[in-house]
Each structure stands twice: as structure tokens, then as C-alpha cells.
């Protein structure tokens, strides 16, 4: 009795193939999206600090002069974990949308699966660490013809454009 022959297809190739065509999402919308959302972590981090500041007082990160030892700006190792913990989760739970890329009607999507993993949001938000360290990571979606910048092409995945083709 013959048997059935059975051929691997590479989910990945599958992947990609059914993206053909998907319309990609501009610099504008991206840098518009990328823009909310940092003003939402500043926003989040100003109101954690002030509803901390009871605690920061009695345990000596505020001085009797009024001057909190706590610098409230985003070079320092807390406000970066706010950072990626913001885009991290927001890309996982929103499958794809922080609340600035929901504004705009973009998505993150992933080359490889159909729904983003947890490890690649982790991925990715580290990855805009490694965009602004090169200078012109964030810009490549300019002039790649992909759109792609380094955290993209990082973490195998693209940005599309969800408006309604009109």
C-alpha cells in the first residue's frame, strides 16, 4: 500500500505571502503615534512619582529643601522600564496598538505569526532604544522602499496603515 506524500510548507513563507499587498503606514502616522504615546508614559511617570511622594519623603529620596533626589526625566534606569514596559505590553495586549498607534489606525504586525508574541513586543520596545542609538533607525521608513525601521527589521515585523481604502 502506497502512502500519502506529505510536504512541509514553512509557516513563515505562508505568513509573508498572505501580506502581500498590505498597505503600509506612513513616517507621519508612525512619528504622530510614536509622539502620543511618549506623552502618555511622561503623563504616567509624572503620576506615579506624585502619588509616590508620600513614600519617596519618608524614605529619604526627597531632601528637606524641597528638592526631590528622584530625577524626573528619561535618562535613568526607572523611567526607561516604564518605557518599555508601556510599549511592551501595549503592543502584546493591543495586539499590535499602544493608545497612539489606536489614534492613528496603524498596527504592528509580525512577519512570522499572525499574532504578535510577547517576547517580540519585549523585542521591540528595546529595539527603539537600538533605533535612537543609530540616529537614523526611526528615519529608514522614509526611504526603505518596506518602510522598516532597525526595530522593525529587529523584530521581523511591519507597520500597516488600517484606514479604510477609500
Avoid at 93 to 100: A, E, F, M, Q, R
Amino acid at each position: 500500500m502506497a502512502s500519502k506524500i506529505v510536504r512541509y510548507t514553512p509557516p513563515e513563507l505562508t505568513r509573508e505571502q498572505s501580506l502581500e499587498g498590505v498597505r503600509l503606514a506612513s513616517f507621519r502616522r508612525r512619528f504622530a503615534a510614536f509622539g502620543v504615546d511618549m506623552t502618555i508614559v511622561a503623563i504616567v511617570f509624572m503620576a506615579v512619582t506624585l502619588l509616590l511622594l508620600p513614600w519617596l519623603i519618608r524614605n529619604g529620596w526627597y531632601d528637606p529643601e524641597g528638592q526631590l533626589n528622584l530625577r524626573l526625566s528619561f535618562d535613568n534606569w526607572y523611567s526607561l522600564i516604564l518605557i518599555v514596559l508601556y510599549f511592551a505590553l501595549g503592543h502584546y495586549w493591543g495586539n499590535g496598538k499602544t493608545l497612539g498607534k489606536r489614534l492613528f489606525r496603524i498596527r504592528v504586525i509580525s512577519t512570522k505569526n499572525v499574532r504578535l508574541r510577547l517576547w517580540n513586543c519585549v523585542q521591540r520596545a528595546l529595539g527603539y532604544g537600538a533605533s535612537t542609538l543609530t540616529g537614523l533607525g526611526f528615519f529608514q521608513v522614509i526611504w526603505k522602499p518596506d518602510r522598516r525601521a532597525a526595530h522593525d527589521i529587529m523584530t521581523e515585523t511591519i507597520v500597516v496603515d488600517e484606514r479604510p481604502i477609500t
